[in-house]
């Protein structure tokens, strides 16, 4: 059955931290590679619900680059994993209406998988029904420090002065610059915190966590975080009068 449409504003992007793959394998008493292949599935109910709600952006935070650092099997798994699901999904991806991009450090992958990447966004930078952000090899602090060096270049090159650097000449480096900045966090699996994932880009996101593991997660859970969401205040530093005067002026939407 599919879920009841939410009333209220609908997130214009959503960022999603899939956490609790390997809890649900063993829990089962299965590797963490099987937990990895389920949530896989999630991945597609997410995408089917953001298109049937008219979401623009989904970001989901695939591999960090934290992640390296797990059992060489492990990481073999999952890069197994992505491949697989470079070769299978993109097509339909395309045929769906799907921007398909990828943020992080590339160059730790192989060839063939970052030739992938680079060919599903190719194919599908075109489309604008939903932008599909993975964040693989991803780190918050490594994006931000990114961006600072990329001011620091054009300072030393004499493309910019220093006195010319403040939060918008920063934000316009980080990571999906040309999206909306998420509207709506969600964390699967019980932690709370967001573990290094879009740091600057969180900044005024509302924060929404279920101790649901991601492999059960699903269009209940997506609707009870969309309805959490629409019955929030979002002030942005302002007085809910404020917020509410700007909204009934003609024109106004998001801040």
């Not at 590797?31 to 298109?51: E, K, S, Y």
């Not at 030393?156 to 650097?165: E, F, K, M």
């Not at 740091?199 to 492999?215: D, R, S, V």
Request: aromatic residues 8%; hydrophobic residues 40%; charged residues 25%.
């Amino acid at each position: 059955m599919n879920a009841p449409i939410p009333t209220g504003p609908v997130p214009r992007h959503i960022a999603v931290i899939m956490d609790g793959n390997g809890r649900w394998a063993a829990r089962r008493k299965r590797p963490r590679a099987i937990g990895h292949r389920a949530g896989a599935r999630t991945v597609n109910l997410c995408i089917d619900f953001c298109l049937e709600r008219g979401v623009g952006a989904l970001t989901l935070f695939a591999f960090s680059s934290e992640n390296w650092g797990r059992p060489d099997e492990e990481v073999g798994a999952l890069m197994k994993l992505f491949l697989g699901a470079l070769d299978r999904e993109v097509g339909e991806l395309h045929r769906r209406g799907v921007r398909l991009r990828f943020i992080g450090e590339r160059s730790r992958f192989s060839d063939g998988i970052r030739g992938r990447m680079a060919a599903a966004e190719t194919l599908t930078a075109g489309n604008t029904r939903l932008t599909l952000a993975v964040a693989a090899s991803y780190g918050g602090r490594q994006d931000i420090a990114s961006a600072a060096r990329s001011l620091a270049e054009d300072v030393a090159a004499g493309r910019l002065r220093p006195d010319q650097i403040d939060e918008a000449a920063l934000g316009a480096r980080v990571a999906l610059a040309d999206l909306p900045e998420p509207d709506l966090f969600i964390r699967t699996g019980g932690d709370l915190r967001v573990s290094n994932f879009l740091l600057w880009q969180l900044a005024y996101t509302e924060l929404w966590f279920t101790e649901t593991l991601w492999p059960e997660f699903g269009a209940q859970e997506l609707e009870q975080a969309l309805q959490v969401y629409a019955s929030r205040e979002r002030r942005f530093g302002l007085t809910g009068e404020q917020i509410a005067t700007a909204q009934d002026a003609p024109g106004e939407g998001h801040p």
